[in-house]
């Protein structure tokens, strides 16, 4: 697929525009094939991997009509300033999983297109977790909506995150069956996938006492890196002022899903950061928050043709131990193709710079007492 490279004056590049994408679609014709047929074809290698895979390292582990199952490495760069893990990282895993969890269901010609997601948070992962493993299975199918649930998971088994989606059946154009196609020869590259790269190290001890809006302001700047996460995806632009945020990104072919479509998880990490980041910027000296939930609501596709994604949050209350936020996220010509919301908990007695996590500390019970690494 050819890519428009969007940039505006100033604008530093990344390893994204210079790196060609890695990364295939699968054949149409497979379209025509009954949805668990075609997952499993796609698994065993009669599909490239699409460019989400050598991203982040996404792969199934199970494809059954009662359940799927998808994986994601816990690299390092999916870090944030705090060293844990955003919780919409769960959406990596879970996106795939919940929308394939439908797709075994359905016959020939049908695929699905995911309308919205949502996430009960109940702690975060960090590198420490192995990996981020999301568990779906499908709730009810019918001809034009499916539901699915899922439970997101480390490598050890703690519950990260419940999760649910909706999705809309869709009926495209099919080409003629070819049955099941052959295997597709891996494609070797001359280094690792991104995922698997050194990361840098988090910044969260660079922040010193410097506010969130200064800090947001030091990295437009650049006298502060991007968390290791947002440099991953390629974020850009980043701007914060009291109650507010807002973050650009390009979309690349990187980010794009077997669809063609700009993956909806990673669309769900992005609002998460942002949300997150104008929730920051109302906390006092020495308090932290952490996210209770998240809810995404896709209102467009989107092509992975470098348009520049925009993503802007603002909170709309804050007390003593809770706060709110709302976001949307619109392309270069002003549309909106996502909107997004998320409840925080404010957690006094700890910094960002020294918040690590604990296997049996659920966020939203860490209050008063900051979690430890094990």
């Known amino acids: 697929m050819a890519q428009r490279t969007t940039r505006s004056p100033g604008q530093a590049s990344s390893w994204m525009d210079q790196e060609p994408v890695r990364g295939g679609f699968p054949d149409p014709a497979l379209l025509a094939l009954p949805g668990l047929q075609r997952l499993r074809a796609m698994a065993e290698g009669r599909a490239p991997p699409p460019p989400i895979h050598h991203l982040f390292g996404l792969r199934p582990v199970t494809i059954g009509p009662a359940g799927v199952t998808f994986s994601i490495p816990a690299s390092p ?76 998971e480390d490598a050890d088994g703690h519950l990260l995150a419940h999760a649910t989606t909706r999705c809309f059946v869709i009926r495209p154009p099919v080409p003629a069956s070819v049955g099941d196609p052959p295997a597709v020869p891996p494609v070797r590259y001359g280094t690792p996938d991104p995922y698997q790269r050194p990361a840098p190290e988090p910044g969260a001890g660079a922040w010193g006492d410097r506010s969130t809006v200064a800090v947001f302001e030091a990295k437009r700047r650049g006298t502060l890196p991007l968390a290791p996460c947002s440099l991953l995806l390629g974020c850009r632009h980043p701007h914060a002022t009291e109650g507010h945020s807002g973050l650009s990104l390009p979309a690349t072919g990187w980010l794009a899903s077997p669809s063609g479509t700009v993956y909806g998880g990673v669309l769900a990490l992005f609002a998460d950061i942002v949300l997150t980041g104008a929730a920051t910027t109302v906390l ?11 809810k995404v ?55 960002w710079g020294s918040l690590t996590i604990a296997d049996d500390a659920p966020a939203h019970e860490a209050a008063g007492s900051p979690p430890t690494t094990r």
């Open 297 to 351: 609501q896709f209102l467009h596709r989107v092509w992975p043709d470098g348009r520049l994604l925009r993503a802007t949050a603002a909170v709309e209350h804050h007390g003593h131990r809770f706060a709110t936020a709302t976001g949307r996220i619109v392309d270069d010509h002003g549309t909106m193709v996502a909107r997004a919301t998320s409840s925080f908990v404010i957690v006094p007695g700890t910094t």
């Open 284 to 294: 006092g000296a020495g308090l932290i928050c952490s996210p209770l939930d998240l």
């Open 77 to 152: 760069w999916l870090c944030s300033d705090a060293r844990v893990f955003h919780p919409g990282t769960a959406a990596l895993a879970a996106d795939a999983a919940l929308g394939a969890s439908i797709q075994v269901t359905l016959p020939g010609g049908a695929m699905v297109a995911t309308s919205d997601l949502s996430f009960n948070f109940l702690r975060p992962a960090s590198p420490d977790s192995g990996h981020v493993i999301a568990r779906a299975r499908p709730i009810d199918v019918g001809d034009s909506l499916g539901l699915a649930e899922a439970l997101v």
